[in-house]
């Protein structure tokens, strides 16, 4: 082996162990799937659709375009959370039929008592729960969005400090 092959070979070895060492999977030259980005949900009724993840769910639209094969796309997220929803209408696919319980969103809320009030403020309820762990300290429920899908809703139990 050459000098210059075993300078390359040294270099290319010290790369990956910083690459491991910074929390890269590095492999051949090519990182893998570094973080999620978003979730899509194909929908029938867009506009209905946004208007309940914005005012029931308190998420903000962060953009809305066109796809170049003519797909309406909204992105929503929620304050605290880097990755978005993307919500999709594509009528060219035909209508959307959403499986009984094939995916759900969840979403932490601080209180379900009080989501649950909200959710009466705007004629709708749980379609499941709320179920609370035996001490009553947290627990979770289902609403079901416009078209079909299920949104878990999840109070994380409170920490007490002595």
């Given at each position: ?30 990182s893998l799937a570094k ?109 079901d969005a416009p078209e ?15």
């Open positions: 082996m050459g000098k210059a092959q075993s300078y390359r070979e040294n270099i290319r070895h010290f790369a990956s162990r910083v690459a491991l060492k910074a929390g890269w999977l590095y492999i051949r030259g090519m973080k999620l980005l978003h979730t899509r949900y194909r929908l029938n009724d867009l506009e209905k659709s946004v208007k309940f993840y914005k005012d029931i769910l308190g998420l903000e639209e962060v953009r809305r375009h066109k796809s170049p094969r003519g797909s309406e796309l909204v992105f929503l997220k929620t304050p605290e959370s880097e990755e978005l929803i993307e919500l999709c209408h594509f009528p060219n696919s035909g209508p959307v039929e959403v499986q009984t319980d094939l995916t759900h969103l969840a979403f932490e809320v601080d209180s379900l008592e009080e989501f649950g009030k909200h959710l009466a403020k705007h004629g709708l309820k749980y379609s499941d729960g709320p179920t609370l762990r035996p001490d009553g300290n947290g627990g979770f429920a289902f609403i079909g899908y299920e949104i878990e809703l999840i109070e994380s139990p409170k920490k007490f400090f002595a």
